[in-house]
């Protein structure tokens, strides 16, 4: 929802709000006939989310001031699932039910033209009557089904390092913050320049598996903002070679659902954490065709 300060950003950028409640709807009618324009909309039901959305009572008052004004146009029309992911749920069905009933409210020329939409990721994998017009999708944009159901969905997401540091440490050598590994043997120690900061969680210290020449290899201590140790004694590894926190080298693969669950998190929270402000360059054909960082001049 809009405060009434950001209203004008969203003229300045053309954006369309989403409306969900009576006094937006109101504040948006009031600014925009004094703005003298006719703003498009898109008004959002609460069908069980309870997050944001005009109730079933308040629906009808809602569609009543959208008639009598020509401030504002309904361009849109929406809710939200809140356990699509949860196929058996029966909150899935009675939230279709809601919405049906609620887009019987619109008159058939209020339907013309108009922007249907309901789904997110699980609803367009999983609910097909879910689909409408258009679908929001977060987690299945990087190739994962939040339902953990459909095996043909290819992870599109890693996350690579260099080791910048290798050293050996001696039996009962305490290791990192808080000494939350002591070495049990003669221990060989890799530093990849990656940490909490960049969103590779505390919460992964001493729990989680890094890739390492195609091998999984164990996290050793506590994660700190801006370094992970690896314990890569039983490999054979050079300064400057890669390092895998997420995702697939060789035959080998760290997932997010994996990372999530040594986290006591959600994959959702793993991938949006990760790039806080590492490089992103994207792939296509075998070779980087985009390359971003909030470090490039002018990324700012």
């Not at 039910?97 to 997110?120: K, S, T, Y």
Request: hydrophobic share 45%.
């Amino acid at each position: 929802p809009a405060l009434p300060e950001q209203l004008p950003f969203y003229r300045r950028y053309d954006l369309t709000p989403t409306v969900s409640d009576l006094e937006q709807l109101t504040m948006w009618r009031d600014e925009s006939s004094a703005a003298a324009v006719c703003q498009a909309i898109h008004l959002k039901v609460d069908t069980g989310m309870s997050r944001l959305g005009l109730t079933t009572d308040e629906l009808p008052e809602a569609l009543a001031i959208l008639r009598g004004t020509k401030a504002l146009r309904l361009a849109g029309f929406l809710s939200h699932l809140a356990d699509a992911d949860l196929l058996l749920s029966t909150q899935n069905a009675e939230q279709r039910e809601r919405f049906a009933a609620a887009l019987a409210q619109l008159e058939p020329v209020e339907r013309q033209d108009l922007l249907v939409h309901f789904a997110n990721s699980a609803g367009a994998l999983h609910h097909p009557a879910t689909r409408y017009d258009l679908v929001r999708l977060g987690l299945a944009l990087y190739g994962l089904d939040p339902a953990a159901r459909i095996a043909g969905l290819r992870p599109v997401m890693s996350v690579r390092a260099r080791i910048v540091r290798l050293r050996e440490v001696a039996a009962g050598t305490r290791l990192g913050y808080g000494g939350k590994r002591i070495a049990q043997r003669r221990t060989r120690i890799a530093v990849v320049p990656v940490g909490y900061a960049d969103g590779y969680s505390w919460r992964l210290s001493d729990r989680a598996e890094a890739l390492v020449g195609g091998r999984r290899v164990p996290v050793a201590g506590a994660v700190s903002m801006d370094m992970t140790l690896l314990d890569v004694t039983e490999i054979a590894t050079q300064l400057g070679d890669e390092a895998v926190l997420l995702g697939r080298q060789g035959d080998n693969e760290v997932t997010a659902a994996e990372l999530a669950r040594v986290a006591g998190t959600l994959p959702w929270e793993i991938l949006c954490l990760l790039g806080l402000r590492l490089t992103r360059r994207y792939w296509q054909g075998g070779r980087v065709v985009e390359e971003s960082s909030r470090f490039l001049r002018g990324a700012w």
